[in-house]
């Protein structure tokens, strides 16, 4: 609805930047997904004649801490879609590619700060906003028809889940109970994350790949 303050009518906008982040009324990524690849290119085209001339290691290295974080600025809070991850991922092989060199896998570049912020969250006190507003629902008890809109707090369960499978792949569930037995446990994220050794040791699991 309409919100007038002081006589003045708040324009209504569908999509608006905020400390360098663009928000959209739907909560869809598509159009700060399309700023982080324009900023990738841009800080890659910054650096693109030293980069060619250079050897592979210091190549990989001038890519890892410009173009990336450009590319993943804001992305701790991001509830990114499959096509939203694809779309980084071509424009960061283009880089990759042009540079001769193999490309990082975006989706572990974004899970990864995105656990280390939802650490950083879980052990907040709760008079803190950035706590108050990981567990707020803004929708209430109702849930609409068909499928809910994916919430910031499903990418940290889901990585949980991850992490378990690839641990019991490696046949690592028995063993180290403080490590992994709270998430054997299922309990939840933002309990999981008080644990710092548990919570780096997940972290440390997508960053190795494993």
Same mark, same amino acid.
């Given at each position: #609805? ?46 693109? %004649? ?29 509830? #990114? ?31 990864? %700060? ?26 209430? #008890? ?47 994220? #933002? ?20």
């Amino acid at each position: #609805s309409d919100i007038d303050i002081l006589n003045t009518r708040i324009e209504i906008s569908q999509k608006v930047k905020y400390l360098g982040r663009t928000f959209a009324d739907d909560g869809s990524l598509t159009e700060e997904v399309a700023r982080r690849i324009r900023a990738g290119w841009a800080a890659f085209n910054a650096i693109r %004649r030293e980069l060619l001339q250079s050897p592979q290691k210091t190549r990989i290295r001038l890519l890892t801490t410009t173009v990336i974080p450009a590319m993943t600025y804001g992305c701790e809070t991001w509830t #990114s879609k499959e096509a939203d991850t694809k779309r980084l991922q071509r424009a960061v092989s283009n880089m990759f590619e042009i540079a001769g060199c193999d490309p990082p896998d975006m989706e572990k570049q974004v899970l990864r %700060r995105k656990l280390k912020w939802a650490g950083h969250v879980s052990r907040m006190k709760y008079d803190r906003w950035a706590k108050i507003v990981s567990e707020w629902d803004p929708r209430g #008890s109702a849930r609409p028809r068909g499928r809910p809109p994916k919430r910031w707090a499903d990418d940290i369960k889901d990585s949980i889940k991850i992490f378990i499978h690839n641990e019991a792949l490696r046949g690592n569930l028995g063993h180290g109970r403080r490590r992994i037995g709270i998430l054997e446990a299922r309990r939840a994220w #933002s309990t999981v994350g008080r644990d710092r050794v548990t919570w780096r040791s997940l972290v440390r699991s997508i960053q190795d790949g494993n």
